[in-house]
């Protein structure tokens, strides 16, 4: 198994990415406490997370926690336009940059010792940069593997830069809660806390198979790994290209099946639109060779205790046919509608993944103009010469679907 013997990779993560956009476009918020979205914290300002304001907390208990806060409306675009200039900056230091989010990636920095120093200098200065070109603040961690690096940065959070050494790793990482391992939600640190395990050293003292019995196979040897600084994962440079998703908060009002449904059929649309654009190129959607198709879909639901979970389903053939994704991501939403009416909703996306080029496996579905291939085409005519908007579902006139969250943009 192959682990890099020196600490070359940085984890970049700007800061309160939404609130630090909107601290940086307008003087008068810079030093207060901000609060972007109103139902729902869809950001905080770290002025406001200091009186207990989260991400995905109720607009109102959050205003109760800070009420000098400064409530402010999402802005999306903005919002997008600050991760293209910041992304831009790290492809400018290193071609092998992996994004995570719109405000995370991971750079791989080990090549670049004779012309641009060591990672710790090349972090420096990537910060300087981001604040300089781009007005905004941002951690680095750096350290010998993927891992590392993300906890270095948490742990340097805010604008921070903290450098792991591998012959301290063990040092930094033993002593931080067992939260701090990737993959310790709260229901596995219950676990573990029951057994009295609080810290990473106390999970690197369990043993593998201990961790096993406690959590299955694959929870256990992936945190035995972890807590032994063993994450061999190399920087995904097509990582962002494998899949395309989307995604929108809902706030905490309860939602109806019908509203979901809708919600969820304006998210195929655009995605299924975007599948069949050829990216970087002006080649019409839908037109022969120039796409793209997806084999799996991907249901992702946020409940409002907070809890993620994802639902997928794989294809028998890959496609970009608008009803056929929507079938399949309709099917997942309904087997999930009990635990949503239980638990509530907060956020519902979806991602399109195993994505491969469309090589005409569009002529294996059935040729009929009023839903096949020949519908969706028409369509995405309609749209590029009156507007993406000028073409919607019936279900979705009237409706407030939410907001959309950016996600990562795609990169060839």
């Given at each position: ?43 905080a300002s770290y002025q406001a ?231 970087g190129s002006d080649v019409d ?48 939403l309904v087997a999930a509608l ?75």
């Amino acid at each position: 198994m192959f682990v890099r013997g020196l600490a070359t990779i940085l984890h970049a993560d700007l800061d309160a990415f939404y609130a630090a956009v909107e601290q940086r476009d307008d003087p008068r918020l810079r030093g207060r406490p901000v609060i972007v979205g109103g139902g729902v914290v869809l950001a905080a300002s770290y002025q406001a997370k200091a009186h207990g304001v989260a991400t995905a907390m109720n607009g109102r208990r959050a205003r109760a926690l800070c009420p000098a806060a400064v409530v402010v409306p999402p802005r999306m675009e903005a919002y997008s336009a600050a991760s293209k200039a910041v992304f831009a900056i790290f492809r400018d230091i290193t071609p092998e940059v992996e994004g995570l989010s719109i405000d995370e990636a991971f750079l791989e920095v080990g090549g670049l010792a004779r012309i641009s120093g060591t990672p710790r200098e090349i972090a420096a200065r990537l910060r300087a940069r981001v604040l300089r070109e781009a007005g905004l603040p941002i951690t680095v961690g750096v350290a010998r593997t993927k891992f590392l690096a993300k906890v270095a940065g948490g742990v340097a959070k805010p604008d921070g830069l903290l450098v792991v050494e591998p012959d301290r790793e063990a040092a930094f990482l033993h002593p931080l809660a067992v939260e701090r391992l990737w993959g310790v939600g709260p229901v596995t640190a219950a676990t573990l806390h029951e057994v009295g395990v609080r810290t990473v050293a106390d999970v690197a003292a369990l043993g593998e198979p201990a961790l096993v019995s406690y959590l299955g196979p694959a929870a256990g040897r992936h945190l035995h790994a972890l807590a032994h600084g063993r994450d061999p994962r190399p920087i995904d440079t097509g990582r962002s290209r494998r899949s395309i998703g989307s995604q929108r908060a809902l706030g905490r009002r309860p939602r109806s099946a019908d509203e979901l449904d809708a919600i969820l059929a304006g998210t195929v649309d655009r995605l299924a639109r975007r599948l069949r654009t050829p990216k970087g190129s002006d080649v019409d959607p839908g037109s022969a060779g120039g796409g793209r198709v997806c084999r799996t879909v991907v249901l992702r639901l946020r409940f409002a205790d907070y809890a993620r979970v994802t639902r997928s389903h794989t294809l028998p053939a890959p496609t970009a046919h608008t009803p056929t994704i929507l079938g399949t991501a309709r099917r997942l939403l309904v087997a999930a509608l009990p635990e949503i009416r239980d638990r509530g909703i907060t956020l519902l996306g979806l991602s399109l993944t195993n994505l491969d080029r469309d090589d005409a496996l569009q002529l294996e579905l059935p040729f009929d103009a009023h839903s096949g291939p020949a519908l969706d085409t028409a369509l995405d005519a309609v749209r590029r010469r009156f507007g993406a908007t000028s073409v919607s579902r019936a279900t979705q006139l009237g409706r407030d679907p939410g907001l959309e969250v950016p996600l990562l943009p795609e990169h060839e």
